[in-house]
Antibody, heavy 116, light 106 residues
Framework: EVQLVETGGGLVQPGKSLKLTCATS????????MHWVRQSPEKQLEWVAQ??????????YYAESVKGRFTISRDDSKSSVYLQMNSLKEEDTAIYYC???????WGQGVMVTVSS | DIQMTQSPSVLSASVGDRVTLNCKAS??????LNWYQQKLGEAPKLLIY???NLQTGIPSRFSGSGSGTDFTLTISSLQPEDFATYFC????????FGGGTKLELK
């Protein structure tokens, strides 16, 4: 059974940092290109970041709205992908989903709230 | 950045209706357009990939068409479980979602 489980969300003040973890199982993680997508309280979906596999030199890509503030990374030995979020803004408030997009595998999502 | 505009934002329809949802890209995205369905409290689910390819397990009443900048999702005969929000998504250049169409019961 395929599982993607996101953890690490919560309430954080503007300007602070938070790190999300997505632990996966049930598929060959080391070959997978992984993504983070978020959904705002207004239900708008936004693609956030992608990381490719080792064979693609772990290439990373980011939405303009998070470039320079967020970092996606992975640990193939733990079948996990991460999203380090720095300098958080109120507009980063959303549910964050971890996704294997080509197979349409989604996690349950984790809520991040940025508020003073 | 490529902008994706969906219309209408809300569509009221009845069970058995044939409905068409629209998605327009701000520039040519070739065939790289997916459609997702999202029900309340759930993650989105892929229905159609690369314009007109039905994802495994998705009923054949769903179909997609289009090219370049204009795309459509058609549901040939609405079923009760189809009332949901639908998002288009381009993956030709970076990745962008549309704003969604909420399909509601008339």
């Amino acid at each position: 059974e395929v599982q993607l489980v996101e953890t690490g969300g919560g309430l954080v003040q503007p300007g602070k940092s938070l790190k999300l973890t997505c632990a996966t199982s049930g598929f060959t993680f080391s070959n997978a290109w992984m993504h983070w997508v978020r959904q705002s309280p207004e239900k708008q979906l936004e693609w956030v970041a992608q990381i490719k596999a080792k064979s693609n030199n772990y290439a990373t890509y980011y939405a303009e709205s998070v470039k320079g503030r967020f970092t996606i990374s992975r640990d193939d030995s733990k079948s996990s992908v991460y999203l380090q979020m720095n300098s958080l803004k109120e507009e980063d408030t959303a549910i964050y989903y971890c996704i294997k997009m080509d197979s349409d595998y989604w996690g349950q999502g984790v809520m991040v709230t940025v508020s003073s | 950045d490529i902008q994706m505009t969906q219309s209408p934002s809300v569509l009221s329809a009845s069970v058995g209706d044939r409905v068409t949802l629209n998605c327009k890209a701000s520039q040519n995205i070739n065939k790289y357009l997916n459609w997702y369905q999202q029900k309340l409290g759930e993650a989105p689910k892929l229905l159609i990939y690369n314009t007109n390819n039905l994802q495994t397990g998705i009923p054949s009443r769903f179909s997609g068409s289009g090219s370049g900048t204009d795309f459509t999702l058609t549901i040939s005969s609405l079923q009760p479980e189809d009332f949901a929000t639908y998002f288009c998504f381009q993956h030709n250049s970076w990745r962008t979602f549309g704003g969604g169409t909420k399909l509601e019961l008339k």
